[in-house]
T-cell receptor, first 112, second 114 residues
Framework: DAKTTQPPSMDCAEGRAANLPCNHS???????VYWYRQIHSQGPQYIIH???NNETNEMASLIITEDRKSSTLILPHATLRDTAVYYC?????????????FGAGTQVVVTP | DAGITQSPRHKVTETGTPVTLRCHQT?????MYWYRQDPGHGLRLIHY???????DKGEVSDGYSVSRSKTEDFLLTLESATSSQTSVYFC?????????????FGPGTRLTVT
């Protein structure tokens, strides 16, 4: 699975959009981009995934560049409860088993 | 939230004793996983299951065994607990959603081996 690079930390003001970048320049054609987050002392939480089209759900939007070498997770209106470590993961489509390769992630702190 | 529970949520045990952690799901998902999370190591896969009585090893399986006799339950057993197995243990489940197999995690079990 391709490696990802994320900034170690970022701050965001409550109510503003949080834009979290992820670089995955070695991604291959059959690999999805997944985003998870982990709030302190809780289990990781699935947020969203995509292959090449932009995706949106009730939690966030995922923007993938046309060359698929990078992506951005957008939390449209950050709240204090969005403070967490956010992980960008690239994983092969159809891979039903095996670990999710969690890197160091981005520590997002939402401030009042 | 996915219907995943783990029990116990916290446990303190002594070195050399056997310990069993339980993961229970109400989603009828085929795949189940056990991870451990330690500072500096992130999440590491211990064992996983791809169906009832079908299990396989992950990257850190030594000292652990698993069993899955029903779709909804996945048990993790530490045969003889050691201090190096002090960790937070997470169970996860997944199902085929058009090839994505996104995983949903339980709340975790904090295990301390003294």
């Amino acid at each position: 699975d391709a490696k990802t690079t994320q900034p170690p930390s970022m701050d965001c003001a409550e109510g503003r959009a949080a834009n979290l970048p992820c670089n995955h320049s070695t991604i291959s054609g059959n690999e999805y981009v997944y985003w998870y987050r982990q709030i302190h002392s809780q289990g990781p939480q699935y947020i969203i995934h995509g292959l090449k089209n932009n995706e949106t759900n009730e939690m966030a939007s995922l923007i993938i560049t046309e060359d698929r070498k990078s992506s951005t997770l957008i939390l449209p209106h950050a709240t204090l409860r969005d403070t967490a470590v956010y992980y960008c993961i690239v994983r092969s489509w159809g891979r039903s088993w095996g670990k999710l390769q969690f890197g160091a992630g981005t520590q997002v702190v939402v401030t009042p | 939230d996915a219907g995943i529970t783990q029990s116990p949520r916290h446990k303190v045990t002594e070195t050399g004793t056997p310990v069993t952690l339980r993961c229970h799901q109400t989603e009828n998902h085929r795949y189940m996983y056990w991870y451990r999370q330690d500072p500096g190591h992130g999440l590491r896969l211990i064992h996983y299951s791809y169906g009832v009585k079908d299990t396989d090893k992950g990257e850190v399986s030594d000292g652990y065994s698993v069993s899955r006799s029903k779709t909804e339950d996945f048990l993790l057993t530490l045969e003889s607990a050691t201090s190096s197995q002090t960790s937070v243990y997470f169970c996860a489940i997944s199902e085929d959603t058009q090839g994505a197999y996104e995983q949903y995690f339980g709340p975790g079990t904090r295990l301390t081996v003294t």
